[in-house]
C-alpha cells in the first residue's frame, strides 16, 4: 500500500545508512501488511477507557503542558496489560486537556509536538495508530489520526481492526511499557479546515448543511439520558441533524469496505465532495465517521465540542428528542 524510498547517507564515520522518504499512505491499513511492514512503521496505541472529565481548575495545575508528570502518573492499564511491540502509548488524557466546554482540548501546535516527540516520532515516520475493543477500536484510532492530521501530519494511517486483528495476523505483543527514545517530531501548524467549531455550525438551521450525529441509536433518540443533568437543554439533539451512527462505517471488527461506506453515505444524500460536519458526544465517534467520509472523498469537518459542549454553552439547540 505504502510506497517508501530510502536514500544512502554517510554517518560521520562514513557508513553507509538509510533514511525514509515519506511518500503518500493509506488511511487505513490491514493488519497482515502491518506485519509484512513491521520494520518501517512506528506504531501507537491509542487506547482510551471512557471516564468523567477531570476537573478543569485541578487538571490545569498539575497536568497542562506538564506531559513528563502526566507519563509518569496517567498510565493506562489496558496498555500496560497488553500493546503491539515496541508501541508508545498515546494517552487521551495527556495528548488533550479538559476545558469548560469541551473533553477533548487542543494544545497549540508547539505544546503537542512536546508531547508527541516523548513518544519516540520522528518527522517523516509513517504512523500506525490502533485501538482495541468495541468496533475494533476504531473510534479511539481514528479521533488519533484526526489529530494528528489537524497538526499538519499526513504520515499516518489506522490498523483497520486493531490489537485483535493484529494478534490474529501473528503479530507479536507485549506487556508492560516499551522503552522508548524521544524523537523530532515538529507541527508548526493546524488544519483549520477539518475543524469546525461552535460558531461555524449553523446549530439554529441546520437543514442549510448536512451536519451528522455520530451517537448511537438510544442517545440520538433519547432512550439514555443525555449525560448532563445540570444542562437547561429540553432535547437531546438538534433539530435537522442526520443521524448517522459509526456502524454505518465500521463492523465488529473494522471499518467496513470503502464501496459499503460509499453507499452509507449515499443513502444520506452524501456524496463525493459534497461538505458534512460530523458531531457526537465528546468527540470520538464521530472521528471515524470522520475519517470514512475523507476515505470516500466527502469534505468532513470535525465539530470538537459535541454535546458536551451544546449542553452548557448552546442548550437551546438541543431541543428535540423522540
Known amino acids: 500500500m505504502e510506497r517508501v ?38 506504531i501507537l496505541d491509542c487506547s482510551w477507557t471512557f471516564k468523567p472529565k477531570a476537573d478543569v481548575a485541578e487538571y490545569k495545575a498539575k497536568y497542562y503542558n506538564k506531559f513528563g508528570v502526566g507519563m509518569n502518573e496517567l498510565k493506562n492499564p489496558e496498555y500496560l496489560a497488553e500493546h503491539i511491540n515496541g508501541a508508545a502509548h498515546f494517552n487521551f488524557d495527556i495528548a488533550y486537556y479538559p476545558t469548560e466546554d469541551e ?20 518527522n517523516g515516520d509513517h504512523l500506525i495508530l490502533y485501538g482495541r475493543g468495541k468496533d475494533g477500536g476504531m473510534a479511539a ?28 495476523a501473528q503479530g507479536v505483543v507485549q506487556s508492560g511499557e516499551s522503552m ?7 507541527s508548526k501548524s493546524v488544519d483549520n479546515n477539518i475543524l469546525a467549531k461552535l460558531a461555524d455550525v449553523p ?5 442549510s448543511i448536512k451536519y451528522l450525529d455520530a451517537r448511537s441509536k438510544e442517545e440520538f433518540i433519547g432512550k439514555v439520558p443525555i449525560g448532563y443533568p445540570d444542562s437547561k ?15 454505518e462505517v465500521c463492523a465488529a471488527k473494522g471499518f467496513k469496505k470503502k464501496t459499503d461506506c460509499d453507499q452509507a453515505f449515499a443513502a444520506k444524500g452524501i456524496k463525493v465532495g459534497d461538505t458534512v460536519v460530523i458531531g457526537c458526544g465528546i468527540g470520538v465517534s464521530a472521528s471515524a465517521v470522520w475519517l470514512a467520509a475523507a476515505r470516500s472523498g466527502i469534505v468532513a469537518k470535525l465539530y470538537n465540542g459535541g454535546v458536551h459542549e451544546l449542553a452548557y454553552k448552546a442548550p437551546q439547540h438541543l431541543n428535540t428528542k423522540g
Open 233 to 247: 437543554a429540553e432535547g437531546v439533539r438538534c433539530k435537522d441533524a442526520i443521524h448517522f451512527p459509526i456502524g
Open 103 to 122: 473533553r477533548f482540548g487542543l494544545y497549540t501546535p508547539e505544546e503537542f509536538s512536546s508531547y508527541v516527540k516523548r513518544l519516540g516520532v520522528f
Open 141 to 168: 484510532a481514528s479521533r488519533a489520526y484526526w489529530t494528528f492530521r489537524y497538526y499538519g501530519y499526513t504520515q499516518v494511517s489506522v490498523l483497520n481492526g486493531g490489537l485483535e486483528a493484529f494478534k490474529l
Open 5 to 42: 524510498t530510502f536514500v544512502c547517507t554517510l554517518t560521520a564515520n562514513n557508513q553507509p545508512t538509510q533514511k525514509r522518504r515519506a511518500m503518500a499512505v493509506e488511511m487505513i491499513v490491514e493488519p497482515k501488511w502491518v506485519v509484512q511492514n513491521f520494520g518501517n512503521v512506528r
Open 180 to 186: 522508548i527514545s524521544g524523537g523530532n517530531f515538529e
Open 203 to 207: 446549530f439554529g438551521n441546520l437543514s
